[in-house]
């Protein structure tokens, strides 16, 4: 999820917003100000209204303290944190890696709904001390608001079910005690198709009992999380399918490379039409790697322009290029090829020079490999077919 806007930075960590967050401001604002009137009577309009947008305001603040929990303690288990993005179903942590042990897993995921609590707490106390001090109702209203939404957040993130936190925290608990990190990934994403279903289906009776429009917000939900959960089994399987290979095992050796210095006019008229490659490893003239030609990234220059334009000058530069060594392990470097720039690609460099290159399909097909060996493993010496785990 890409930030629209960004807002700034807290702790050093980026912080943004998608488009879709005015949803929950319309939501939470519209409740307010349809609900709040009967609630506490007798209190101006103007005052309704600032109300309700300061609750959804504050509710967001919530979300981004629940978010930044998780970021602050992922970064202390050494977990790179490219930013936080606010949006229509909450809040989203991106995480540039996976905890290495099953407690880094469980303290990563148990300090959202943690935050959400303690969150709760302040807003009760404070809701307690404006009565107190006879601060007016409305405020009152508020505070009781987000801490009762707080607690529904906190529990909500609880229930055992990938992406939930308490699907990684379940995923923490499975892995601790069977020793399979991704056989427990692969258990918690289940469990999340399961209750993401389960939502769709409550919210699908809620409408059919004209109960109220609610019932489309629950099936939102339940599609994402089902959506996402589903992502994450694949991306499980496919991480044990690579388990204990190198990246040797996957990467094509001694790609056909290109000097920085041919014009980008040579390149497209001479080169790319009688190869069948669509990404080259630009290179200066010791062999040393400057960075990789994508077919893409031709479109950003002018024709016009070609003939004066050497490719080192158009390729993406080394520091957008993921670069890894060929005994790296390859389930571990995954991450790093998916947060790049070049579409999962990425360059095999070894004391210097560059000795392979290692693309989605590779990966793909020595996955799919793997994976057909594995199941047919498991048909001669369990009786068992495909089904894992």
């Known amino acids: 999820m890409t930030a629209t806007v960004t807002l700034g930075r807290i702790a050093g960590i980026r912080v ?6 005015l949803g929950i401001v319309a939501i939470l604002a519209g409740l307010g100000i349809a609900r709040w009137p009967d609630a506490i009577p007798g209190q101006p309009t103007a005052a309704y209204v600032v109300a309700a947008l300061a609750g959804a305001a504050l509710f967001l603040a919530s979300l981004l303290a629940h978010e930044l929990a998780h970021a602050l303690v992922a970064r202390r288990h050494g977990i790179p944190v490219d930013g936080i993005t606010l949006w229509l179903l909450g809040g989203v ?5 996976e905890a290495s042990t099953p407690a880094a897993e469980f303290r990563i995921a148990a300090v959202g709904p943690l935050a959400s609590v303690v969150v709760a707490a302040v807003c009760g106390v404070l809701a307690w001390v404006s009565v107190l001090v006879a601060l007016p109702p409305l405020v009152f209203a508020v505070l009781a608001f987000l801490s009762l939404i707080n607690v529904v957040l906190a529990l909500f993130n609880l229930v055992p079910a990938a992406p939930l936190d308490g699907g990684r925290i379940l995923r923490s608990l499975l892995w601790a005690w069977r020793g399979d990190r991704y056989r427990a990934a692969v258990a918690s994403a289940r469990a999340g198709k399961v209750f993401g279903l389960a939502l769709i289906a409550l919210g699908g009776v809620w409408l059919l009992a004209a109960a109220g429009a609610n019932g489309i917000w629950w099936i939102l939900i339940g599609l994402f999380i089902v959506l996402v959960a589903s992502v994450e089994e694949h991306q499980a399987r496919t991480f044990a399918a690579l388990s204990g290979l190198r990246v040797r095992d ?4 001694n790609p056909e490379r290109v000097d920085g210095a041919t014009s980008l006019a040579a390149f497209v008229d ?3 039409p009688t190869r069948k490659h669509s990404a080259y490893p630009v290179v200066d003239p010791t062999g040393r790697p400057l960075g990789l030609m994508t077919l893409d990234r031709v479109g950003s220059v002018r024709r016009e322009r070609w003939p004066s334009t050497p490719l080192d000058a158009v390729a993406h ?10 005994d790296d392990e390859l389930a571990e470097v995954l991450p790093r090829l ?4 070049t579409d999962g690609r990425g360059l095999v460099v070894e004391g210097g020079g560059l000795v392979g290159i290692i693309t989605p399909s590779d990966i793909s097909r020595i996955a799919t490999l793997r994976g057909l060996s594995r199941s047919k493993s498991a048909g001669l010496f369990t009786g068992r077919g495909a089904g894992w785990p």
């Open 16 to 21: 943004g917003v998608h488009w879709s967050v």
């Open 93 to 97: 942590a991106r995480l540039r890696g």
């Open 250 to 253: 996957a990467m094509t050796p």
């Open 270 to 272: 001479d080169l790319a």
């Open 317 to 326: 530069a080394m520091t957008a290029v993921p670069t890894v060594g060929p």
């Open 338 to 341: 998916q947060d790049g720039r």
